[in-house]
């Protein structure tokens, strides 16, 4: 089991390889280029038998993805950002046709004002259209989450689209020492994608017929439940992961140091890593605070954050995304409205951090002040807001 | 019936919508004129007219619209449009 | 392969208007492409009143994503089928709509990869299932409900956009034009699109009788009136070069518009000669540049 010290985006790019996608369809746009540039390179030299559609914009990327999957075969793509915006009405439609796919997300900003750097607001911003949303913390969730995210994508208790997010630049451009399976490996628990229906001549289907108002509610409760099963599909898949190759996936969100812990922060994606880091000094110099890590924001999962957060005394919410209009005369991020959800009827109070959007790095000290407003109370606000430039 | 996953289902449903209630004007057809040119059979949009055993056209009346067009293109006139009596 | 024509593959039971010209083009264009073929259609008239859940009209494998990325679509089923070494052909079917206006983006980018699809355009001149609004393909002059004619207005005011040369220039191997009017025609010009390799295009001229305004019996008679006029040309373009043209005895453009209620600001409460003028000088530049003009031996005198 050696490990690899590899760029993220190649580390992806070689789990995506090894999953066997028959068909790979992407636009590349900063900051996951080098995912499907490093993807073209192992189809040109034949370590993938996959067709690969240089297609003309990110609408067409997913809407290609859209007919080989119908058509029955295993596909990819990646986006991020400005990209995924434009695949709005193609990812709505590919959940609710209940097409599966795995789809790499390098979380990026989205204009206006342009920006090239990180934040969740891209993912985040399409929570309603009924992809499962995973939340890689390093490299090496992120890469294992592609193997985890299609058994559940294609499980037929689910059949739905996937997003597998990692932080633009902080993640995908940063080499970290990575556990690449085998081919072997990835084949014994990926097997080929069986669809539940598929364009064939031999059986004739029609996919994708409208719905008058006797019939739209109950495709929406329908695809609406597969969500609320692909909680346990996800437990029984990332079990088995970690069955197989030692890293278990089966908790849907992870708790750090919550044993004693006063302070819970909440968060997704790398800045966990960071928090975990400023957690160990904070617990060095006394204090008892520690991270409930939502690895899964899709189907969200309530109950096990309820259950995670039982102990603590207060919640601080590290929002990498602004909801623009919502809570009332103060900022809030999306992470806070639904873990203020999961909660509710509870009286422990949760803060929310709108923290590090367009890239603004956040760093072990910038988490230490968070965890000393939260303690003073003083919540639901932007975290570093220059009023100087203002 | 149980719905399908993802807006799909198996083929010919359509049938069930019976589209003759819909005409005004039916067609008749008259065999001994008609040369058996198959024209009225091709250009119908619903595809409902069939040639029987006996080679004869005539329409599937369940789904005949009454929109004319057999009777317009006829090369011999063999068809008319007649006011249905309902 | 000859085209069996008593093979139904679009059933009965579907919400086309009476006397539908694009109802006739996909039951038509199906007799053509036969059992072995993956539909994708686009949103407008034909998926809506062929596909209500759970009532299908198709009795192929047929699918429907969105309004403009049919192309973008069917790139993707190509590709698999390609991968799966599936022999199925994949045919497009969208309205003008679809094709000329909001699909530009995806039917380029397919064109321009190569793939091997079939698109077909059915083309009534208008988004009709929304309507009859106003589309690329809506002729110099027609009211639609968003170019209307009015107190200052004329209706449309811009002619119909070449998709068939834009297509050709992508480096399409086969573009053809056709019309219902002329169902062997068409379901031959279907035939040869979906054997040559690569992406083809068939545009098909699919009269609206409740969008124009004409009784649904005339739907074919119409048909031939714009082609009869020089308004409508069929041809075929093969490698970029206009091969077999259908040639016509010409009538003056009037004896088409007059049928139809989109033209009558035309002719009530009296014949805007200007206007109707324009129109004739696009069918004689059509006939010119097409050659479809017949020409007549010069009369002997008695």
Redesign the interface.
Same mark, same amino acid.
């Given at each position: 089991m050696a490990l690899e010290i590899m760029e993220g985006s190649i580390a992806v790019a070689q789990a995506v390889r090894r999953c066997r996608p028959q068909v790979v369809s992407a636009y590349p746009i900063t900051p996951q280029t080098h995912i499907v540039e490093a993807l073209a390179e192992i189809v040109a030299n034949g370590e993938l038998a996959a067709d690969y559609i240089t297609v003309e914009s990110e609408f067409s990327a997913l809407s290609a993805c859209v007919g080989a999957v119908a058509a029955g075969s295993r596909a990819y793509s990646a986006t991020t950002s400005q990209g995924l915006a434009l695949m709005f009405e193609v990812c709505f439609n590919m959940a609710g046709m209940r097409l599966p796919i795995v789809m790499t997300i390098a979380n990026r900003a989205l204009g206006a004002p342009l920006s090239i750097w990180n934040d969740q607001q891209d993912s985040i911003s399409l929570r309603d259209a009924g992809w499962l949303q995973f939340y890689a913390e390093d490299n090496q969730e992120a890469v294992d989450l592609h193997y985890i995210g299609y058994r559940v994508a294609e499980d037929h208790r689910v059949l739905l689209p996937t997003m597998v997010c990692f932080d633009g630049f902080i993640l995908s451009h940063t080499y970290e020492p990575v556990n690449m399976l085998t081919q072997e490996e990835a084949d014994a628990f990926l097997p080929p994608f069986v669809p539940k229906y598929r364009l064939d001549a031999a059986s004739p289907v029609s996919m994708g017929m409208y719905a008058t108002p006797e019939y739209y509610l109950e495709f929406r409760y329908e695809t609406d439940q597969a969500q609320k099963r692909a909680l346990d599909v996800i437990r029984e898949v990332g079990r088995e992961f970690g069955e197989r190759f030692g890293r278990d996936y089966s908790a849907l969100v992870e708790s750090y140091r919550m044993e004693d812990a006063e302070t819970a922060i909440v968060a997704m994606g790398s800045i966990c890593g960071t928090t975990k880091d400023a957690i160990d000094e904070m617990r060095a110099e006394g204090k008892r605070v520690g991270l409930v890590r939502l690895r899964c924001f899709r189907p969200f999962p309530s109950e096990d954050l309820k259950a995670a957060l039982a102990g603590a005394s207060r919640v601080a919410v590290l929002d990498k995304n602004i909801v623009l209009g919502a809570g009332g005369s103060t900022p809030r991020g999306a992470v806070a409205l639904e873990v203020r959800d999961a909660l509710y009827g509870s009286t422990t109070p949760v803060l929310d951090y709108v923290i590090g959007l367009g890239g603004r790095d956040v760093r072990i000290e910038d988490i230490k002040k968070v965890v000393a407003l939260c303690e003073a109370g003083d919540g639901d606000r932007f975290y570093g807001l220059r009023t100087e430039v203002l | 019936m149980a719905l399908n996953v993802g807006c799909a289902a198996p083929p010919g449903r359509s049938t069930d919508n019976k589209t003759g209630s819909w005409r005004v004007f039916m067609p008749r057809f008259d065999s001994e004129a008609c040369s058996k040119c198959g024209m009225c059979q091709l250009i119908c949009p619903e595809g409902c007219i069939r040639q029987t055993d006996a080679k004869e056209f005539v329409p599937d009346y369940d789904y005949c619209k009454g929109c004319g067009l057999c009777a317009e293109e006829c090369p011999k006139a063999a068809i008319t449009m007649v006011q249905e009596e309902k | 392969m000859a085209i069996d024509?008593?093979c139904?593959l679009?059933?009965?039971?579907?919400?086309?208007?009476?006397?539908?010209?694009a109802?006739?083009a996909g039951?038509?264009f199906l007799k053509a492409a036969g059992?072995?073929? #993956?539909v994708?259609s686009s949103t407008g008239c034909m998926? !809506?009143f &062929?596909?209500?859940?759970?009532?299908?009209?198709?009795?192929?494998?047929? #699918?429907?994503?969105?309004f403009?990325?049919a192309?973008? !679509?069917? &790139?993707?089923?190509?590709?698999?089928?390609?991968?799966?070494g599936r022999k199925?052909k994949v045919v497009v079917i969208a309205g003008d709509g679809a094709t000329l206006d909001i699909g530009v983006?995806?039917i380029?980018?397919a064109f321009?990869?190569g793939h091997d699809i079939t698109y077909i355009c059915y083309d009534n001149e208008a988004y009709m299932n929304t309507g009859i609004q106003r589309s690329g393909a809506t002729p110099y002059d027609a009211s639609t409900t968003t170019s209307p004619a009015g107190k200052v207005s004329t209706g449309n005011k811009r002619p119909k956009k070449d998709m068939p040369r834009i297509l050709a220039a992508h480096g399409s191997p086969y573009v053809a034009t056709a019309s219902?009017a002329y169902?062997a025609d068409f379901m031959q010009k279907v035939e040869k699109a979906i054997n040559t390799p690569g992406p083809t295009y068939v545009q098909v001229h699919a009269p609206c009788c409740t969008g124009w305004g004409f009784?649904?019996?005339?739907?074919?008679?119409i048909g031939k009136l714009a082609i009869e006029t020089g308004l409508w040309v069929n041809y075929e373009m093969v490698d970029g070069e206009v091969t077999k043209v259908k040639k016509v005895v010409r009538k003056p453009v009037e004896e088409y518009l007059k049928e139809q209620k989109r033209f009558r600001h035309l002719f009530k409460p009296a014949p805007v000669t200007g206007e109707i003028a324009k129109i004739q000088a696009i069918a004689d530049r059509n006939a010119e540049r097409y050659g479809i003009d017949i020409k007549l031996p010069p009369k002997k005198d008695a």
């Open positions: - | - | 024509k008593t139904e679009f059933e009965c039971g579907h919400r086309a208007c009476g006397g539908c010209g109802a006739l039951r038509l059992t072995e073929t #993956i994708v998926e !809506v &062929s596909t209500p859940y759970p009532e299908t009209a198709w009795k192929v494998p047929w #699918i429907h994503s969105l403009e990325n192309s973008a !679509v069917a &790139s993707g089923i190509e590709s698999a089928l390609k991968v799966q199925e983006l995806c380029s980018g321009e990869r219902i169902p009784d649904g019996s005339k739907t074919l008679a």
